[in-house]
């Protein structure tokens, strides 16, 4: 059954420009220039009770402007939206106690307060009986594994140690459906995988439905069974998790830094550079770059498992350090309008690739 139905939402934003310059400033006083961004365009999908939904898309794609729209903090220029029979920017007090959020940027507890004073004081917002609370409340201290910090103020908690709080300040009042926009952003692998753990297990027991925003393709992997792609806007995709790693996650690319030299472990046959391991020299295997001690490959893990690669490297070579990733999302994005036979849209997704690229080259350099 449908809890949530979008049809055709659109958000527009008109913003005064800002000029620089005394002049430009007056002139724009007089004469205020405006623009206008469609951040969501006729954008329409249903949400089914339990389901675990990955909205994803490049930065600007219009996730969190929907994801506000779906929670009441916005509203949309055109379309409909129910969210458990609410109309969410009409019934937003009445939605506030079925829903809950986190934004991954955004703290809800209170700053200089310990975590455990923002429970007491979300259940009183929430209208919690109190002793249902309590258990509530230590059910998920348990699940959470946060009884160390809990009467710590959540100003000097880790990120990480933050985010298990927040999410457990989330599930308090037993929402139906929570809308994560970034829950894993900035933390360590260990705690990325803990979060994904949590957020998993509550699915399970509780069936509550997620809806959860990243730019972390293992978010979508390890905890999402669907996910839909936008791009400026618009729904480009709207598949199962298992299709889009099928057709779109499967090239991995591993980074590794060597004891000894990439020369040993390669040959060059037809002006291509190719692992000389026998064993590797086979399709799905490409050496992106092979400089000193690094060597970049990307391999295709439909046609050949990352385990052999990496372990034939290992028996030739001493491996300092090792990173395995997944293709950006800018390139997923582009390879979906790839293969929808959108060549202009492609190319245009492509070319985006490359701006990005060179602005973080820039950053980096700078
Ligand atoms: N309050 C606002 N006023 C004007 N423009 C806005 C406003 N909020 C968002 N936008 C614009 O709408 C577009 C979509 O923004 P949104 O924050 O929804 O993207 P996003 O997909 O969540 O991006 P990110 O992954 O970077 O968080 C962007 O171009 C953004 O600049």
């Given at each position: 059954?449908s809890i949530v139905?979008?049809?055709?939402?659109?958000?527009?934003?008109?913003?005064?420009?800002?000029?620089?310059?005394?002049?430009?400033?007056?002139?724009?006083?007089?004469?205020?220039?405006?623009?206008?961004?469609?951040?969501?365009?006729?954008?329409?999908?249903t949400l089914d009770?339990?389901e675990?939904l990955?909205?994803?898309?490049?930065?600007?794609?219009?996730?969190?402007?929907?994801?506000?729209?779906?929670?009441?903090?916005?509203?949309?220029?055109?379309?409909?939206?129910?969210?458990?029979?609410?109309?969410?920017?009409?019934?937003?007090?009445?939605?506030?106690?079925?829903?809950?959020?986190?934004?991954?940027?955004?703290?809800?507890?209170?700053?200089?307060?310990?975590?455990?004073?923002?429970?007491?004081?979300?259940?009183?917002?929430?209208?919690?009986?109190?002793?249902?609370?309590?258990?509530?409340?230590?059910?998920?201290?348990?699940?959470?594994?946060?009884?160390?910090?809990?009467?710590?103020?959540?100003?000097?908690?880790?990120?990480?140690?933050?985010?298990?709080?927040?999410?457990?300040?989330?599930?308090?009042?037993?929402?139906?459906?929570?809308?994560?926009?970034?829950?894993?952003?900035?933390?360590?692998?260990?705690?990325?995988?803990?979060?994904?753990?949590?957020?998993?297990?509550?699915?399970?027991?509780?069936?509550?439905t997620?809806?959860?925003?990243?730019?972390?393709?293992?978010?979508?992997?390890?905890?999402?069974?669907?996910?839909?792609?936008?791009?400026?806007?618009?729904?480009?995709?709207?598949?199962?998790?298992?299709?889009?790693?099928?057709?779109?996650?499967?090239?991995?690319?591993?980074?590794?830094?060597?004891?000894?030299?990439?020369?040993?472990?390669?040959?060059?046959?037809?002006?291509?550079?190719?692992?000389?391991?026998?064993?590797?020299?086979?399709?799905?295997?490409?050496?992106?770059?092979?400089?000193?001690?690094?060597?970049?490959?990307?391999?295709?893990?439909?046609?050949?498992?990352?385990?052999?690669?990496?372990?034939?490297?290992?028996?030739?070579?001493?491996?300092?350090?090792?990173?395995?990733?997944?293709?950006?999302?800018?390139?997923?994005?582009?390879?979906?309008?790839?293969?929808?036979?959108?060549?202009?849209?492609?190319?245009?997704?492509?070319?985006?690739?490359?701006?990005?690229?060179?602005?973080?080259?820039?950053?980096?350099?700078?």
């Amino acid at each position: 059954m449908s809890i949530v139905e979008v049809e055709y939402l659109a958000k527009t934003f008109r913003s005064r420009e800002r000029s620089s310059g005394i002049a430009e400033s007056m002139r724009s006083f007089v004469l205020p220039r405006y623009r206008t961004r469609e951040a969501v365009k006729n954008m329409s999908f249903t949400l089914d009770a339990g389901e675990v939904l990955a909205f994803i898309g490049p930065n600007g794609a219009g996730k969190s402007t929907t994801i506000k729209m779906l929670t009441g903090i916005l509203y949309p220029t055109a379309g409909s939206v129910r969210v458990l029979g609410f109309t969410p920017w009409q019934q937003r007090r009445q939605l506030a106690y079925h829903i809950a959020s986190v934004f991954g940027q955004k703290s809800q507890l209170w700053y200089h307060l310990p975590p455990q004073d923002t429970f007491n004081l979300l259940a009183r917002i929430y209208e919690l009986d109190m002793r249902e609370y309590r258990k509530r409340r230590d059910f998920l201290i348990e699940v959470f594994d946060i009884a160390d910090y809990i009467r710590t103020p959540a100003r000097k908690l880790s990120l990480g140690e933050r985010m298990r709080c927040e999410l457990a300040a989330t599930f308090l009042h037993k929402p139906r459906i929570v809308f994560l926009d970034e829950p894993t952003i900035g933390l360590d692998v260990i705690a990325k995988q803990r979060i994904r753990d949590l957020i998993a297990q509550l699915n399970v027991e509780e069936g509550v439905t997620v809806l959860l925003t990243s730019h972390d393709a293992g978010d979508v992997e390890q905890v999402c069974r669907r996910v839909i792609v936008i791009n400026h806007g618009e729904v480009i995709l709207d598949e199962s998790v298992a299709t889009l790693k099928r057709d779109y996650l499967k090239e991995k690319t591993i980074d590794l830094q060597l004891a000894g030299t990439v020369e040993a472990l390669l040959t060059n046959e037809a002006g291509e550079q190719q692992l000389s391991d026998p064993d590797l020299k086979r399709e799905g295997i490409r050496v992106l770059q092979a400089q000193g001690h690094s060597l970049r490959l990307a391999v295709d893990t439909l046609r050949c498992p990352l385990e052999p690669v990496v372990a034939s490297i290992m028996q030739r070579q001493h491996i300092l350090d090792m990173t395995i990733s997944d293709p950006p999302m800018e390139t997923i994005i582009a390879s979906i309008y790839g293969s929808q036979g959108n060549n202009s849209q492609s190319l245009a997704a492509v070319e985006n690739v490359g701006s990005l690229a060179e602005q973080v080259d820039k950053l980096m350099k700078g």
